[in-house]
């Protein structure tokens, strides 16, 4: 990854509704942190080769604090746990990026749908237009009242609608999306059943397509091998001195993790970003769901937890 570590200290830590921490990130010294623009996330090292995503839900021009919030997931794979049930106030955890691949474009109406913790990417994007002289509506559901985080934070006027399923129901998706003028930005973050109704609503309406945030895909994903894609590759690893194969039945990733290098990782399935890795040879077969059109044709980068090699040698700055 070509982001680089800091090492933060964890000043704050907030219940802020049935299941969802706020934690509050300063840096050690009393340093200053980057800023960031809405929709932007960061990687926290919760453990060593335990990295997970966390969008940024607090204000971007604040350089002395980051403030992201977890919610404690049943069948978590060891990330939400550590957050709520190790890590505490005063410790120190280290964090990449932070990194934006769900910006906020300009319009003149924005519609926002968030369910759950959706809702912290949304949040500052809320802030944002707020201060603009725009049209904007938020649809925030959640399953109950007592569930949903930031409440207090948000503004109750017309403009802001809070769903909760026990009290309203489901989201009236179709309706929101009908009530905007045919140019609003849809912007949408929460489950993956949300998202698709929400693609679908605009879809639908012949609409753009939403702006949209997946923390988890529903499930893996094994895309077939196009035809002109190597089944078995060679890749180089510069910086390593290593040159491995990759088998049909292996991904880059856990090929090099074979060979003992360390390369950063978390969903493995392609939409975190996590694994991004520099391209210094070779034609890359994106499977991800992480990088935009733009950076798969410029051929510089890749994600190797699923993404092939469509040359017959492939050379990765790892």
């Known amino acids: 990854m070509a982001d680089s570590s800091r090492s933060l200290v964890i000043r704050e830590m907030v219940l802020e509704a049935d299941g969802v921490l706020s934690l509050e990130l300063v840096d050690p010294s009393g340093g200053s942190l980057p800023s960031w623009e809405a929709g932007a996330h960061i990687d926290l090292e919760i453990a060593p080769q335990l990295l997970r995503q966390y969008s940024l839900c607090g204000q971007p021009h604040d350089v002395h604090r980051w403030r992201i919030a977890v919610l404690e997931e049943p069948n978590s794979s060891g990330g939400s746990w550590a957050v709520h049930h190790v890590l505490h106030a005063g410790d120190n955890v280290r964090a990449l990026g932070p990194r934006n691949n769900f910006p906020l474009t ?145 991904s880059v990733l856990e090929v090099v993790e074979d060979a003992g290098v360390v390369a950063f990782s978390s969903c493995r399935e392609g939409y975190c970003g996590c694994c991004e890795t520099d391209i210094l040879e070779g034609e890359v077969d994106h499977r991800d769901d992480y990088l935009f059109e733009k950076d798969r044709a410029s051929g510089k980068k890749m994600m190797i937890c699923v993404s092939r090699s469509r040359s017959p040698r492939l050379v990765l700055d790892l």
């Open 106 to 250: 300009v319009a003149k109406n924005y519609l926002f749908i968030a369910g759950g913790i959706g809702i912290t990417p949304i949040l500052p994007m809320v802030r944002e237009v707020t201060s603009r002289d725009v049209e904007w509506h938020l649809l925030y559901g959640g399953r109950r009242r007592a569930s949903m985080a930031f409440l207090d934070e948000l503004a109750t006027t017309e403009q802001v609608e809070v769903v909760p399923e026990d009290e309203f129901g489901l989201l009236d998706i179709k309706g929101a999306i009908a009530g905007t003028p045919a140019d609003t930005a849809v912007y949408c973050c929460g489950p993956e059943p949300l998202i698709a109704a929400v693609e679908a609503a605009c879809a639908a309406a012949e609409r753009q397509p939403p702006h949209t945030e997946r923390f988890k895909l529903a499930a893996a994903r094994t895309p077939e091998l196009p035809a002109d894609g190597q089944d078995e590759f060679e890749v180089v690893l510069a910086r390593s001195g290593l040159t491995l194969r990759v088998p049909p039945d292996k």
